[in-house]
């Protein structure tokens, strides 16, 4: 059976520390594009914490929540794109094809969640940085779009290695750097596919619900909401 | 009765072609620095990025869109109004039809090049193109995006054949009136034409099906340029109404150019013995009417997403109503209804001047109303965290600019090479009715000779 | 080749001669008439008015339909990729493509077809005269024989307010 990869997200577990977005720009390639640009909004980051405050000041509690791209099963921006450059892989990635791209930007606006983002000028890195790029991730041109790939370079190497030495993919040794490198195990991945996965399991919890879910584009990535948290002397 | 008195008809449309002043060419070289000036910034924009635009993360889309459907909707003015006023036989129209078809011709020629200006990689934009390829893949069909494409290359072929028919026998009298190299360019251009029976026939019917066929279309592409945006879920983009909306809006900013354009003809050609006080006053009505149309949408749109009250919608809502775009949007209100409403509705300021102010005021609410249209929304999607905003950055500013000064240039030199008034439709506009017919002539009919 | 014709200012002149050329018994399909304007009020221009333009452009227009057809359905099944969970063969947004071919299938026809039935572009007959786009209209016969020119000749001047003129 394909697989049907998939996520979820525990927001108990998120502190903000962003060590996923850190994880993310050093295993994709994704460039820094500085102070100036970032604050004109041209800052990339295929994974990002919202911060949210909530109640007021003092009551007032910070409250964070990853988001990167849902991948979606319906993905309206797949069906925007005129050169099919973002289209559903049949393990049901939500794919963006660099060089099919000529950058419309049409995806970017039909995406609800805003995680789409697009060069505006070609990708630099200040020396030494260029020698910790990742042999496995094109680079990308100015003009076109990029998005999350839920590692897909990861998934294909850790296929092909199973292929190899004939064996199954083991459910959590395959994982995408961001939650490789999450601390709390905040985020779960794996094939939704297999019953037995944590993430398949995981994401039929009843703390779990999808992001922006009225809008109907079936997303694969479950966020496991926060419980009920007391302050001691309430109790 | 002598036929051939025509010809001072003939003489006063053809005298642009044969005598220029210096004005003119003045007036080119300014126009076409500006145009020079909008090329050396899309150079820059190609060499450097797009990132030399004002456009970010979220608002992806900014002036080049707003642009891309002002000039869309202005190209309504010709075709589409021409088309109508020919099938309904309106004989005031004949003074009319062929400045208006122009504005069309160009207008798209001008708008379909903002797409393509604001593509991240516009050397790529011929893979819109269904074509053969080494690379095995077809457009996506389901893009509005390649929606546009289809629509767009189907209203310009049918556009252009809509405005060069009839201009067949105006060249072939052009060819013979002159001598030397223009002789030989108008005689080309002319084709052979001789005036036989079979060949007005021909033209006329042509001409009848070419106007059946150009109205759906007209409507399809602005209903299609609204797909671009009602397709997306994105906060007040998602509505049934866009379609209508659009369409409206395309012909409300097409009768505005077209009045503009007329009353800078009468002026600078010294047309005033064909562009009558009456034009201006029945487009006018025109106007009066789409105004009323467009305020009417507009309510329907903000009624029904007042009432919805859905929270990522009414975040728009509130931005454009009294927010950070509220001094837009209001500016629009005024330009589009409140300034034109009262000037068209009144007789006594239906005048040539009267309609010329509201149509510049339509022109300036209209392309708010595209960037209205366009930038709150994307400023503000869904998610809170992901809200924006936009500034146009000088580049967008000058391709704009210069856009317009390639539309007053374009127009400029075409009423150089081409009588801008239909010659021939002139001719049959004068011609006394057999007896029959003269029953049902009107009381504009004496608006039609051209001399008393 | 020989031609007779005649210039008149006014066009109740031009259908008298018309009618003349037709009472010396030419044939209606080698009397010329060239105008710079229509008259569609008069006898005269009603020659040739039969046309098959409608249905050409009709026809351009199924072809461009069936066109349009094709060209979505076949190259979307070429290289089947699903986007946003819509079918293969999206029948609601083809729709649209297939509209628009249909009418470019029928505008294209129709200019064609107008362009080859009106025999343009081509080059102008011996028998046009710079005067018809100023107004005149020109009746004449192409290629006559030189008895039957003769009296070509006869019968144009019978109408009043003409200047014939014949090209040996």
């Known amino acids: 059976m394909a697989h049907r990869w998939g996520m979820v997200v525990d927001l108990d577990r998120c502190t903000g520390c962003e060590a996923c977005v850190t994880a993310c720009h050093a295993e994709n390639n994704i460039p820094t594009v500085g102070a100036a640009e970032a604050a004109r909004g041209r800052a990339m980051h295929w994974i990002r914490v919202e911060r949210y405050w909530e109640g007021e000041f003092p009551e007032a509690r910070l409250t ?108 959590g040794a395959l994982q995408p750097a961001c939650a490789q490198a999450c601390p709390a195990g905040a985020l779960v991945f794996g094939d939704l596919n297999d019953p037995e996965s944590r993430v398949a399991r995981l994401s039929e919890s009843p703390r779990g619900s999808k992001l922006l879910e009225e809008y109907g584009a079936e997303p694969k990535i ?8 007391h302050e001691p002397d309430a109790q | 009765m002598n036929r051939t008195r025509n010809n001072p008809l003939a ?86 039809t062929r400045c208006a078809e122009v504005i069309t011709v160009f207008a798209l020629m001008i708008g379909a090049m903002f797409p393509i200006i604001h593509l991240g990689r516009p050397w790529l934009a011929f893979w819109l193109a269904p074509y053969p390829s080494a690379r095995e893949i077809w457009p996506n069909f389901r893009s509005p995006l390649v929606w546009d494409f289809f629509a767009i290359n189907t209203y310009l072929t049918g556009s252009l054949m809509f405005l060069l028919l009839p201009m067949i026998p105006d060249f072939a ?24 029976t079979k ?38 983009w998602h509505s049934t109404i866009f379609g209508p909306y659009f369409v409206a809006g395309a012909i409300f900013s097409g009768i505005a150019a077209l009045i503009v354009a007329m009353a800078a003809l009468r002026k600078l050609l010294h047309l005033e013995a064909y562009l009558h006080p009456v034009h201006f006053e029945n487009l006018g009505k025109l106007l009066l009417l789409m105004s009323l149309l467009w305020a009417y949408f507009v309510f329907a749109e903000r009624l029904t997403v007042w009432y919805g009250n859905e929270h990522s919608e009414m975040a728009v809502f509130w931005a454009t109503q009294r927010g950070e775009y509220a001094p837009l949007y209001w500016a629009m209100v005024v330009c589009n209804f409140v300034i034109p409403f009262p000037i068209l509705a009144l007789r006594q300021l239906r005048t040539i001047a009267g309609t010329v102010v509201a149509s510049f005021a339509v022109l300036i609410g209209m392309w708010l109303e595209r960037f209205l249209i366009i930038v709150p929304s994307l400023a503000h999607k869904p998610l809170p965290y992901t809200w924006g905003d936009y500034a146009p950055q000088p580049v967008e500013i000058i391709i704009m600019v210069a856009t317009f000064a390639a539309m007053i240039l374009l127009y400029m030199l075409f009423s150089k090479f081409v009588p801008i008034i239909s010659i021939w439709e002139m001719k049959v506009g004068n011609q006394p009715h057999p007896p029959v017919v003269t029953e049902a002539e009107d009381e504009l009919a004496g608006l039609w000779r051209a001399r008393p | 080749m020989k031609a007779v014709y005649a210039l008149y200012t006014d066009p109740d002149a031009a259908q008298l001669a018309v009618d003349a050329l037709r009472a010396e018994g030419v044939a209606e399909r080698d009397i010329v008439v ?63 493509i297939v509209f628009e071919m249909t009418m470019l299938g029928a505008i294209l026809a129709t200019v064609i077809a107008l362009f ?32 039957l020119a003769a009296r070509l000749d006869r019968a144009l001047a019978s109408v009043e307010g003409g200047q014939v003129k014949s090209i040996a």
Not at chain 2, 180 to 185: C, L, Q, V
Not at chain 2, 208 to 236: E, L, R
């Open chain 1, 64 to 171: 964070f929540r990853p988001v990167l791209c849902q991948q979606c099963d319906n993905a309206p921006c797949e069906a925007v794109c005129p050169t099919y450059a973002s289209h559903q892989t049949d393990e049901g990635l939500n794919a963006q094809v660099y060089n099919r791209c000529i950058g419309t930007r049409y995806c970017a606006n039909a995406c609800m969640y805003n995680v789409r983002f697009f060069n505006f000028f070609h990708p630099q890195w200040e020396k030494p940085l260029q020698l910790q790029l990742n042999p496995d991730v094109s680079l990308r041109e100015a003009g076109v779009m990029e998005k999350c790939t839920f590692c897909v370079q990861r998934i294909k190497a850790a296929k092909s290695e199973a292929r190899a030495e004939e064996r199954e993919l083991v459910d």
């Open chain 1, 222 to 229: 479950t966020y496991l909401q926060r419980q009920g948290w």
């Open chain 2, 11 to 96: 003489d006063d449309l053809v005298r642009p072609l044969f005598h220029t002043s210096v004005w003119f060419y003045g007036a080119v070289l300014v126009l076409a620095t500006v145009v020079l000036a909008g090329a050396a910034a899309w150079g820059y924009q190609l060499w450097y990025g797009i990132g030399v635009a004002g456009i970010n993360w979220p608002v992806f889309w900014g002036f080049y869109l707003t642009n891309f459907v002002f000039w869309i909707g202005i190209s309504h003015a010709g075709t589409l109004i021409s088309a109508i006023l020919r099938l309904v036989n309106a004989r005031w129209r004949r003074p009319v």
């Open chain 2, 173 to 196: 009298l052009v060819r013979d009136r002159s001598t030397g190299w223009r002789r030989r360019i108008y005689g080309a251009l002319a084709l052979g034409w001789q005036g036989t």
């Open chain 2, 199 to 236: 060949q007005w026939h021909r033209l006329e019917s042509g001409m009848q099906i070419m106007a059946i066929a150009i109205i759906p279309v007209a409507v399809s592409v602005h209903t299609i340029v609204s797909f671009d945006f009602s397709m997306a879920t994105v906060p007040m």
């Open chain 3, 34 to 96: 060239m105008s710079s304007e229509p008259f569609e009020e008069y006898e005269f221009s009603h020659r040739d008015k039969a046309t098959w333009l409608h249905w050409i452009a009709g026809g351009g227009g199924l072809l461009g339909m069936f066109a349009g057809y094709l060209l979505t359905s076949t190259t979307q099944q070429l290289w089947p990729l699903v986007t946003s969970g819509m079918p293969i063969v999206s029948t609601w947004p083809n729709t649209i």
């Open chain 3, 116 to 147: 080859v039935t009106a025999s343009l572009p081509s080059r102008l007959s011996q028998l046009y005269d710079n005067a018809v786009t100023q107004g005149y209209i020109l009746v004449g016969v192409d290629g006559p024989s030189d008895e």
